[in-house]
């Protein structure tokens, strides 16, 4: 799948609006773009995005981040484009709050890396007849205040910087995502 051949067929569509991987994203902001395309916003995610645009699209870019056990979409970012250092993941989504913990459960300071747990709407039941690995990874959202409100631990890394949004640092294990 050819960068070049996928931005040919958007604009020959004249597609607006576009989810497209990571793994294919990437090289789609590296290329040229006329200035007259109809793309408003390149969509990216399901992996983890190493750099911001280059040089300015006729386009936003909006990096997004969340596990499937949280409905895909947990916190999305418009990117800046020739951003030095890694994209940010963003904020989290209406309905979706996102806490950085410690090892002891507590949410810390801004600046410092926690592990990234969500809460909200999205958040899933648990695992289908795997019992251990929901109670290891569902667990109560003692920061929801209201009954019954659970969060999902992802096992990511994060950090929250000052202007509020977090980026992404690594997991926690030695999970290896394959082709996203």
């Known amino acids: 799948s050819s960068p070049e051949l996928m931005q040919q067929w958007m604009i020959r569509e004249r597609v607006t ?103 909200g709407s999205g958040v899933g039941r648990g695992y289908r007849n795997l019992p251990e690995s929901t109670e290891r990874s569902f667990l109560p959202d003692p920061f929801a205040g209201a009954p019954g409100a659970r969060m999902y631990r992802t096992g990511d890394r994060g950090v929250r910087r000052p202007d509020g949004e977090i980026e992404f640092r690594g997991r926690l294990d030695r999970q290896t995502k394959i082709r996203g």
């Not at 902001?29 to 399901?46: D, F, H």
């Open 17 to 119: 609006i576009a989810f497209v991987p990571t793994v294919h994203a990437t090289p789609m902001m590296a290329i040229e773009w006329p200035s007259t395309t109809a793309l408003r916003l390149l969509l990216t995610g399901g992996d983890v995005l190493h750099h911001a645009p280059a040089v300015q699209l006729p386009f936003d870019v909006v990096n997004n981040y969340g596990p499937t056990e949280c409905t895909v979409v947990a916190t999305s970012a418009v990117l800046k484009p020739g951003s030095h250092g890694a994209p940010p993941i963003g904020r989290p989504i209406a309905g979706t709050s996102v806490y950085l913990l410690n090892e002891h459960g507590e949410q810390v300071p801004d600046g410092s890396i926690g592990e990234i747990y969500i809460g």
